[in-house]
């Protein structure tokens, strides 16, 4: 799938029905479905890549009189390598699954599921495609921090994992890729699939 840049993404933490949670301190927002964006009064800087990888599964040769006869078609569980420039500390630790305790974060017991859509654009036509998860969770493998110099300020990006699951709302499939212009279209529907019982898009246009 040919994308030029990357306009959004959209996150949303699952209760154990599916459902997202619709609670600012439970969940991301009151809306259930939380935007990543470039708001600096927000403590987001947003998106500078989400590398999606096993988008399908690799096939198992079969063989008979000397020749490979058939093959396998496994589904594709795929991962996702997010590199924010910078998320909300507090909605970063909570796709974590971390706990707050006296003001700081403590790794959690269990992970937490989440849902996540990536929005890019066709470079043909500028038509927006999305790229849904249903289920998954997030880790984080390291921190990497450094110093400044005299001539330079040193940065770490946050960079996060996300590991899809199989969503029964796609016949076990772990990923979905909406087009604007497809038929049945609908922003709405496309973000209650993924993100159920969100309010964040009440109208079927992208806003």
């Not at 799938?1 to 990357?6: C, E, R």
């Not at 999606?52 to 006869?69: A, D, L, Q, R």
């Not at 909406?178 to 159920?196: H, I, N, R, T, W």
Request: proline share 3%; aromatic share 10%.
């Amino acid at each position: 799938m040919a994308t030029v840049g990357l306009d959004a993404v959209y996150v949303g933490l699952k209760n154990g029905d599916g459902s997202v949670i619709v609670d600012a301190i439970k969940g991301l927002a009151v809306t259930g479905a939380y935007k990543v964006d470039t708001n600096k009064s927000e403590g987001n800087l947003g998106t500078k890549s989400a590398n999606i990888t096993n988008i399908t599964g690799t096939p198992t040769k079969y063989s008979g009189n000397n020749e490979v006869v058939d093959s396998s078609k496994p589904h594709g569980y795929p991962s996702v390598a997010w590199d924010a420039n910078d998320i909300n500390p507090t909605v970063l630790h909570k796709l974590l699954g971390d706990v707050l305790e006296t003001g700081g974060w403590v790794e959690g017991d269990t992970g937490t599921e989440a849902g996540l859509i990536i929005c890019s654009e066709r470079p043909s036509n500028g038509e927006k495609v999305y790229f849904a998860f249903g289920r998954g969770q997030f880790t984080k493998a390291s921190q990497n921090i450094q110093t400044n110099t005299d001539t330079a300020e040193t940065r770490e990006d946050d960079n996060l994992t996300f590991t899809s699951f199989g969503y029964d709302k796609w016949h076990g499939r772990a990923m979905k890729t909406f087009y604007e212009k497809a038929d049945g279209f609908d922003m709405k529907v496309m973000f209650d699939e993924v993100f159920p019982g969100q309010t964040l898009i009440t109208a079927s246009k992208a806003s």
